[in-house]
């Protein structure tokens, strides 16, 4: 069983930046694709940013290209994602996925989710 914690969220106004952290633990020497996606009350969890095990590959979602960064310690299995210029529209539950490393995926695991506020 794989198990994700995030961390992180919290309330910022808008242009400020976060820094989200998740670590991933479960299967001994195993490395994962992840990422991250996000979830605003009533509507469906959707693709934020995702990197492949090696950090060779990154995917963004177009929303949040140029202001967000995804990296990862490959070693620790522990993914970031930087956040810059956040709108209130980023306003969400953010939520860290195995193993989506792009949109197209859909992911096996997520984590609790960590709520990230911004206001105008």
């Known amino acids: 069983q794989v198990k994700l914690v995030e961390s992180g969220g919290g309330s910022v106004k808008a242009g400020d930046s976060l820094r989200l952290s998740c670590v991933a633990s479960?299967?001994?020497?195993?490395?994962?694709?992840m990422g991250w996606f996000r979830q605003v009350p009533g509507n469906r969890r959707v693709f934020v940013a995702g990197?492949?095990?090696?950090?060779?590959?990154?995917d963004y979602a177009d929303s949040v290209k140029g202001r967000f960064i995804i990296s990862r310690d490959k070693e620790k299995n522990e993914v970031y994602l930087q956040m810059n210029s956040l709108q209130p529209e980023d306003t969400a539950v953010y939520y860290c996925?195995?193993?989506?490393?792009?949109?197209?995926?859909?992911?096996?695991?997520y984590g609790q989710g960590t709520l990230v506020s911004v206001s105008s």
């Open positions: 996925q195995i193993p989506c490393a792009d949109r197209r995926c859909d992911p096996t695991y």
């Open positions: 479960g299967r001994a020497g195993s490395r994962y694709n």
């Open positions: 990197i492949s095990w090696n950090g060779a590959n990154i």
